[in-house]
């Protein structure tokens, strides 16, 4: 597959690889593009050509019609000031920046429209396009987005995916890690900003380009969007041992979520070599300790431990699946 056809800024080459073809938008020749800027800059199209192509123009004709309405229609002295031919002139202009008018205004406030500058043949043009229509290019970009990774190649579930963070997930790993209950029992504060979050997955991107799986996201399926984080623990990280820890959004405890991450994720780590997976959860979250023992981890008393969490220190218990012998 060619890459993108060179132009002369790479802000342009981002958006010829926008295409618009039998009314629907795609995209041309993504062998070689960044599709995180491509879709920052598909945003940025919108935002600024949307306010040239549509309200600019809406705003001038809307401001024309009014002086015009008002020299005509109001203003006595007007037929004083001008000819016949001039008045008939301000009349007909006036009926045309109305039309004008009323046309931008159904596009921007009835259809809900938007303007996004692309390639159309071999020329480069305004396009008007609908909220559907970018929300469905947001979707399909996303989708490619995510199918992409570094390290990690994604796990389908019937109900979740497994898979390496991306930066477009950052709203979604804010909303989850904000939540007190969430972190609760968790050895990391709550989030305060989207820039925290944006903070944790940039360091989870970086560990995946040292083949390093700290924290995989957990996608729903149906929403679209992830709840949740499972991955290794940086201790009793060896060739043939590691410990797993996760955490989903309190919105979906108690529906097999968890354990559902859990359950493929010890499988692609036996998989990949580990015999001895070892997990563990503060003494007083028992219904962690239920979804370990459901997925073949047993209580291993000898390995418990405090640990200071939330400057509090507590107990935690341990459990294993060893293979070793």
């Not at 004008?100 to 396009?129: E, P």
């Not at 029992?185 to 944006?198: D, G, M, P, T």
Request: proline letters at 1%.
């Amino acid at each position: 597959m060619k890459g993108v056809r060179k132009t002369k800024s790479n802000k342009l080459s981002l958006k010829n690889a926008i295409i618009y073809r039998n009314k629907n938008l795609s995209i041309k020749n993504i062998a070689n593009l960044d599709l995180g800027k491509l879709r920052t800059s598909y945003l940025n199209n919108i935002r600024n050509f949307t306010f040239w192509g549509l309200y600019f123009p809406f705003i001038t004709f809307l401001l024309t019609t009014l002086v015009i309405f008002w020299a005509v229609f109001i203003n006595e002295n007007t037929r004083n000031l001008v000819n016949h031919d001039q008045y008939i002139f301000l009349v007909f202009t006036f009926f045309i920046s109305l039309a004008f008018t009323l046309g931008l205004a159904y596009k921007i406030f009835l259809k809900g429209q938007k303007c996004i500058y692309t390639k159309h043949k071999r020329s480069t043009r305004y396009i008007f396009i609908s909220k559907k229509e970018t929300q469905n290019f947001l979707k399909s970009l996303d989708a490619k987005i995510k199918s992409q990774y570094i390290y990690f190649a994604p796990i389908e579930t019937n109900r979740l995916i497994i898979r390496e963070f991306k930066l477009l997930d950052a709203n979604d790993y804010y909303y989850v890690f904000k939540s007190k209950k969430v972190c609760k029992y968790l050895s990391f504060s709550r989030l305060k900003s989207k820039k925290e979050a944006v903070k944790a997955i940039t360091k989870a991107t970086n560990d995946y380009q040292n083949k390093l799986i700290f924290k995989l996201a957990i996608e729903l399926k149906l929403e679209q969007k992830v709840i949740g984080y499972i991955g290794l623990s940086r201790y009793d990280l060896t060739e043939d041992t590691c410990q797993i820890v996760y955490a989903i959004s309190e919105k979906y405890w108690r529906q097999g979520y968890t354990s559902e991450a859990v359950r493929v994720f010890v499988e692609y780590l036996k998989q990949n070599g580990k015999k001895l997976i070892i997990a563990g959860h503060v003494e007083e979250n028992i219904h962690s300790g239920k979804v370990l023992l459901k997925n073949g981890f047993k209580r291993s008393p000898h390995l418990d431990h405090q640990m200071i969490i939330h400057r509090t220190p507590k107990n935690i218990k341990i459990y294993t699946i060893d293979e070793r012998n």
